[in-house]
Every structure is written in structure tokens, then in C-alpha cells.
């Protein structure tokens, strides 16, 4: 059986307690979590599920995560690769061991590193340099797909970046929901509001603070990433 191996941050990971307090009440208050994007998407490609993602993951650990995974691709699996936010970064730990920790905008520990530090370094990497470095992973991502011979799909939530490319690099099937993309400020989450996805505090009516997806921002996202796949899938 093939498998469906999806890597990101939280958007990709789903509903993990351990990522977010509010994920516990989300449970509270349904009494089970609903399926993510990838589980459902699965089901209905019947492949089975390897979900790498994982919350507050910055472009440069979900590329590794790939790299880690990438021995295990075979022929006929198929790969979803979302790219976070710019901002996001890494930094060692200097515990003595090979772990990272993970930073972006907002407060940081300082006793890690300065506040101030941390400003600068988000701020800095807004710039197009950090764009053209996830391109560049891609390119190295493509060759690996087109050599072993797994369907490759990207997508992100940010504007202003995939989906402002040049429409004749735009139209590739790698994009996920390239199709759906106005202009480069349209975005993901934009075409899912639009058909009626909810956050977590919108279906809680208030009573849970998670701006993540609640069950139908997931239940249509699997929808259009399927229907992307199964109209250009390879096997």
C-alpha cells in the first residue's frame, strides 16, 4: 500500500493536545476531536497516513523533516509539503544535544535569547531572500519526485509568495488549489472562509480561543486537495 506522507506546521499536524491548551477544550467541548485534512484525504485516496507535521515548524525543519523521511518514498506515494511562515526560525538548543528550539514573532525566552535579538531576526526575515531559499528547496524537492516517482504537491496559507509566482509557473500541478488563487494577496484560507469553513472559536461560538480550522475548514480542504490530485495525478 502506498502512502500519503504530509509535512507542514499546526495547519498540517491537526489536533494535538499537546501543541495547544485550547486543543484540550476543543475536545472538551465536541468530546472527540473531528478528522483532520490529512486523515480525510487519506481515507479518500486509500493511502495510508504519514503526517510529519508539526506545530510552530519554521521552512527550514519541515524541509529537514523531508530529507529525514525521504528514504522512504516510493513510487506511486504522494507528498504534501505546506510552507509556513517566513518568520518563523530555529535555534540551538546548546543543551548538549542534537535539539532545536523554535522562535518567531512574539515573546520568546529570554534567557535563550534577547527579545530584541529575536525582533530583529523575524523582521529580517520578511525579506525576498528567505522566499527564494524555500524556491530553492523545491528545486532539489522536484528532482527527488521526478526521480523516484511520487506525486509532489505544495501549498501554503502565506500571500505573497507560491501563488504570486508567474502564471505560466503557477499553472504546474504541484501547486495545490493554484487554480483557485485570484492574485497573490488571495490566499488559502480566504477560498475556505468563502465557502463557509469556521475557526475552532467561531464553531465553539467563542467558547474556545484557536484561530486553527474547526471540522469544516478540514473537511474542505481534504475536498479540494483531492479534487486537485485526482485531476492530475500520475498513476
Not at 54 to 77: H, L, W
Not at 103 to 122: A, C, H, K, M, Y
Not at 146 to 166: H, K, M, N, R
Request: hydrophobic residues 35%.
Amino acid at each position: 500500500m502506498n502512502n500519503l506522507y504530509t509535512f507542514g506546521c499546526s495547519y498540517t499536524e491537526g489536533f494535538n493536545i499537546e501543541h495547544t491548551m485550547a486543543y484540550r477544550d476543543y475536545k472538551n467541548y465536541r468530546g472527540e476531536f473531528p478528522k483532520s485534512w490529512p486523515e480525510i484525504l487519506s481515507d479518500s485516496l486509500k493511502l495510508n497516513l504519514i503526517n510529519c507535521g508539526r506545530g510552530s515548524a519554521g521552512n527550514q525543519e519541515i524541509f529537514t523533516t523531508f530529507c529525514r523521511n525521504s528514504k522512504e518514498f516510493k513510487k506511486g506515494d504522494v507528498i504534501i509539503v505546506e510552507w509556513s511562515f517566513m518568520e518563523r526560525y530555529r535555534f540551538a538548543s546548546g543543551n548538549g544535544k542534537d535539539d532545536w528550539l523554535r522562535f518567531g514573532p512574539g515573546r520568546v525566552d529570554t534567557n535563550v535569547i534577547l527579545q530584541s535579538t529575536n525582533d530583529e531576526i523575524t523582521v529580517n526575515r520578511t525579506l525576498n531572500p528567505y522566499k527564494t531559499e524555500i524556491y530553492d528547496f523545491m528545486t532539489i524537492m522536484d528532482r527527488l519526485s521526478e526521480s523516484v516517482g511520487f506525486d509532489l504537491y505544495y501549498w501554503t496559507f502565506i500571500e505573497d509568495f507560491i501563488y504570486a509566482l508567474p502564471k505560466d509557473k503557477l499553472e504546474d500541478k504541484k501547486f495545490l488549489l493554484c487554480d483557485k488563487i485570484k492574485d497573490k494577496h488571495h490566499h488559502v484560507f480566504r477560498i475556505l472562509h468563502d465557502k463557509g469553513s469556521e475557526t475552532i472559536e467561531e464553531e465553539t461560538k467563542g467558547l474556545v480561543k484557536d484561530l486553527h480550522m474547526g471540522e469544516k475548514g478540514h473537511k474542505l480542504l481534504a475536498e479540494l486537495f483531492y479534487e486537485h490530485i485526482i485531476n492530475f495525478q500520475k498513476f
